[in-house]
């Protein structure tokens, strides 16, 4: 009895140690909750209940860069107090002991590390990715290092390195032929294990025996050994690791398309980036996965994947007030003075240090870039006016540089505020033709999906451009790719009715390319035109396509041609929306969904993913099907004979003949 209460003491408090430290870890990671709650409960079993743990618990975690993965890892095993046996590896096979021996093996580290064999202990493989073993067209890559890693992954139980072994006895048998060979006259070399060796015998054969005594055997003492390890079967000499916990973190960027890779774009809204990231699921996961590593190799990774999304805004601005309360305060701890730091300036940080696809390393930098210099500029201006310690300073914004403020006199200091200047797009001429050009986007976008777009922007500084951002859909159907066709032609559209055929621009370029590629794709490869088939060019005579691509240019030409006097018509029949748009592109720079709604006035639905109304559909189908069975049965009545209703194997048999 006193056992079982003991127990459950032991239970509870280990339980709410972890909840203590979820709470910790929220106070010092911001925007990740719901990860840091579903790493806790990953974790709980192997930390409440230990004993009962007979194999690796394996957790995954997957995410952009600079999203706090490794840093949750590490935190996580210090509050757990597991940081003396704690193990970080860089996949990528460079980043720990290059040149040495032992860190070509996983275990090789576990070895030089804290964790104690059949005792719990904490591995990260961190940047996984780079640890690929297919390439993209799934040929077998050569890895050398950490290939141990998957055995260890399988049940924690890892073999003696065979290879090690052999390479030491064909030493052995080198030297005992040189020493046959030599000259009576020279003097005999006397075989002597190196010190990595030796190191590596000790552990593989699990010696007791002094590093110094093992490199200091003969020959024959080292062949004993290993002619006791093959005489007693392998199996004891494993070492044990099952009861590890083993963090896998990295990025998969084939789970997010083109987002991840676009490190120059800081103008998309961090929520809409944040809303598109969240919907990523396992099954993304092991997609991603199977485009690196073989089918065997996933599924040793298990099913406990943790999926970040990118921050959100908030997550963001947490950062930045927390930033910048850290760095007021360590400019008062050395000057003496007690800066305030304004709303505007946290905004403009936002607005020039946040890429939402590149998480807080970014941020920090500039951080660190705008408030460090900033603040010791406007101390030194401070206190040559005079100010005084514990004096109030005040720091704002303006979006061109920041300007401190004492006891009604103020000083401008310049500031890497970069971003903003890219941002503003002072050419007139250049404005107009952005705003016509993606408010006509826009504007179609929204007749034909009944959906304002999530960003309409022309205030970019990543590149010479605007853009808009659509709602994605999981399922394209006929009527979507037409209209996706047209709300990539009303760019071009807009430009023609407005400026005319010979002030029409280059910036539909990418337009055109999109919008062929989607009407190529109807009808080559999605069966939208008169032929079923796919088509497509061809090098690989196993690839059984139809190839005759030529027939489909015409097609692809009308088609697009008919989209783009749809869109050409849909915007001359609302000229006022369209200017509404225009106007507001060129007072704001961009359109949010809400005051798109107001500006042109139409229904709008809320800008979550889509489908057709297949299910209306289906139950319509459903009702006639069932008149038309009442139908059938009443038939006879009237002297009608029934039709026949043959059985689904005469109909398939029917249709193979």
Same mark, same amino acid.
């Given at each position: ?5 003991? =127990? ?20 010092? =990671?911001?925007?990740?909750? $719901? ?19 007979? +194999? @690796?618990?394996?957790? &995954? ?17 210090? *509050? ?21 021996? %032992? ?9 030089? /590390? ?26 077998? *890559? ?27 006895? /064909? #030493? ?34 699990? *010696?007791?025996a002094p590093l110094m005594e093992i490199m200091g055997w003969t020959p024959e003492q080292i062949q004993a050994r290993l002619r006791v390890f093959r005489e007693s079967g392998q199996q004891q000499w494993e070492t044990d690791y099952s009861r590890l916990l083993v963090f896998v973190c990295g990025n998969l960027d084939e789970m997010y398309e083109d987002l991840a890779t676009s490190v120059d774009d800081c103008d998309s809204d961090a929520d809409i980036f944040h809303a598109m990231t969240r919907k990523l699921s ?41 930033? &910048? ?9 050395? &000057? ?30 500039? =951080? ?6 900033? *603040? ?5 201006? !401070? ?5 005084? @310690? ?7 914004? $303006?979006?061109?540089?920041?300007? !401190? ?12 505020f970069e971003i903003n200047r890219l941002r503003q797009r002072s050419n007139a001429d250049f404005r107009a033709l952005l705003a016509v050009h993606e408010a006509g986007h826009g504007l179609v976008h929204a007749l034909l999906f009944g959906r304002a777009p999530k960003e309409i922007k022309i205030h970019v500084a990543s590149f010479e451009g605007g853009y808009n951002t659509y709602t994605s859909r999981k399922v394209w159907s006929r009527r979507n790719l037409l209209d996706s066709i047209c709300t990539s032609l !009303?760019?071009?559209? !807009? ?17 055109? +390319? ?18 079923? %088939? ?6 690989? #005579? ?5 190839? $005759? ?25 609302? +000229?006022?929306?369209?200017?509404? =748009?225009? $106007? ?8 949010? @969904? ?10 709008? %639905?809320? @800008? ?13 189908? +459903? ?23 043959? &059985? ?10």
């Amino acid at each position: 009895m006193n056992d079982s209460n003991e =127990l459950r003491a032991q239970l509870a408090q280990r339980n709410q140690q972890l909840q203590e430290i979820a709470a910790q870890l929220k106070t010092e =990671l911001f925007g990740i909750d $719901d990860i840091i709650d579903s790493v806790i409960d990953s974790v709980r079993a192997w930390y409440v209940l230990p004993e009962l743990v007979s +194999r @690796p618990v394996i957790v &995954c975690l997957w995410g952009l860069t600079g999203t706090g993965k490794t840093q949750l890892v590490r935190r996580l095993a210090q *509050l757990l107090g597991f940081y003396d046996r704690f193990v970080e590896v860089q996949m990528d096979g460079f980043s720990n002991g290059a040149g040495w021996r %032992g860190a070509q093996s996983i275990s090789g580290m576990l070895a030089q /590390s804290g964790v104690r064999e059949g005792e719990p202990g904490i591995l990260a493989l961190d940047e996984f990715q780079r640890f690929r073993t297919i390439d993209a067209k799934r040929g077998e *890559l050569r890895v050398e290092r950490y290939q141990d890693v998957w055995a260890l992954l399988s049940d924690g139980r890892l073999p003696p390195a065979l290879s090690l072994l052999g390479d030491i006895e /064909s #030493s052995i048998a080198e030297a005992a032929y040189d020493a046959e060979r030599a000259e009576a006259s020279e003097a005999k070399l006397r075989f002597k294990l190196r010190s990595w060796e030796a190191q590596e015998l000790q552990r593989n054969l699990k *010696l007791d025996a002094p590093l110094m005594e093992i490199m200091g055997w003969t020959p024959e003492q080292i062949q004993a050994r290993l002619r006791v390890f093959r005489e007693s079967g392998q199996q004891q000499w494993e070492t044990d690791y099952s009861r590890l916990l083993v963090f896998v973190c990295g990025n998969l960027d084939e789970m997010y398309e083109d987002l991840a890779t676009s490190v120059d774009d800081c103008d998309s809204d961090a929520d809409i980036f944040h809303a598109m990231t969240r919907k990523l699921s396992v099954i993304d996961v092991k997609q991603a996965l199977n485009k690196r590593f073989k089918p065997e190799q996933v599924a040793r990774l298990g099913n406990e994947h943790v999926v970040y999304p990118s921050l959100s805004r908030r997550a963001y601005e947490q950062l930045i007030e927390q930033g &910048c309360e850290r760095y007021a305060r360590e400019t008062q701890g050395r &000057c003496g003075l007690r800066f305030e730091l304004d709303a505007s300036l946290r905004e403009q940080i936002y607005a020039n240090a946040v890429f939402p696809a590149q998480g807080t390393r970014p941020l920090l930098s500039s =951080l660190h870039a705008i408030l460090g210099t900033g *603040l010791a500029k406007a101390a030194l201006w !401070a206190l040559a006016q005079g100010a005084g @310690p514990g004096e109030r300073v005040e720091l704002t914004a $303006d979006g061109r540089h920041l300007t !401190a403020h004492w006891q009604g006199r103020s000083q401008a200091i310049s500031t890497p505020f970069e971003i903003n200047r890219l941002r503003q797009r002072s050419n007139a001429d250049f404005r107009a033709l952005l705003a016509v050009h993606e408010a006509g986007h826009g504007l179609v976008h929204a007749l034909l999906f009944g959906r304002a777009p999530k960003e309409i922007k022309i205030h970019v500084a990543s590149f010479e451009g605007g853009y808009n951002t659509y709602t994605s859909r999981k399922v394209w159907s006929r009527r979507n790719l037409l209209d996706s066709i047209c709300t990539s032609l !009303a760019g071009r559209a !807009a430009e023609l009715l407005v400026f005319g055929a010979e002030l029409a621009s280059s910036g539909a370029e990418s337009d055109l +390319r999109k919008a062929t590629e989607t009407a190529a794709r109807m009808l080559r490869h999605l069966g939208h035109g008169t032929r079923i %088939g796919r088509s497509d060019v061809t090098t690989n #005579s196993d690839d059984n396509l139809c190839t $005759d691509v030529e027939a489909s240019n015409a097609p692809i030409e009308a088609l697009l041609h008919a989209e783009h006097v749809r869109a050409t018509r849909l915007i001359e029949t609302h +000229r006022g929306a369209l200017m509404a =748009l225009v $106007d507001e592109l060129m007072d704001q720079g961009q359109v949010t @969904p809400a005051r798109f709604a107001e500006l042109v006035a139409l229904p709008l %639905g809320t @800008p979550e993913d889509a489908l057709d109304p297949y299910a209306k559909r289906l139950a319509a189908f +459903r009702q006639e099907s069932a008149a038309a069975a009442r139908g059938a049965e009443q038939a006879p009545r009237r002297g009608l004979p029934p039709a026949p209703r043959p &059985c689904l194997a005469e109909a398939l048999a029917s249709t193979t003949a």
